[in-house]
């Protein structure tokens, strides 16, 4: 049965936050928080990833190559 255990405003904001948002046989969805001001280096995922901007905007590259994001848009 499905079940609704987390909302995004659940989490809390704290620099670099990594963590399962939910989780069913053969799929995850891990949120990934990111405070403004911090940033990170490098992410590796063996699965395809849809990251989107909840709020602000944000620069990050991928292979060398920088791409800017803005707020509600999915990458």
Not at 4 to 27: H, W, Y
Not at 40 to 48: K, T
Request: charged share 20%; hydrophobic share 35%.
């Amino acid at each position: 049965m499905y079940e609704n255990a987390k909302t995004i405003p659940d989490s809390v904001m704290q620099r670099l936050k990594s963590q399962e948002f939910a989780s069913k046989v053969g799929c995850e969805t891990p949120l990934i928080s990111l405070q403004k001001g911090f940033g990170f280096s490098e992410y590796s995922s063996p699965r395809d990833a849809l990251p989107i901007m909840l709020e602000g905007d944000i620069n990050f590259s991928i292979n060398h190559t920088a791409y800017q994001v803005h707020t509600y848009q999915p990458f």
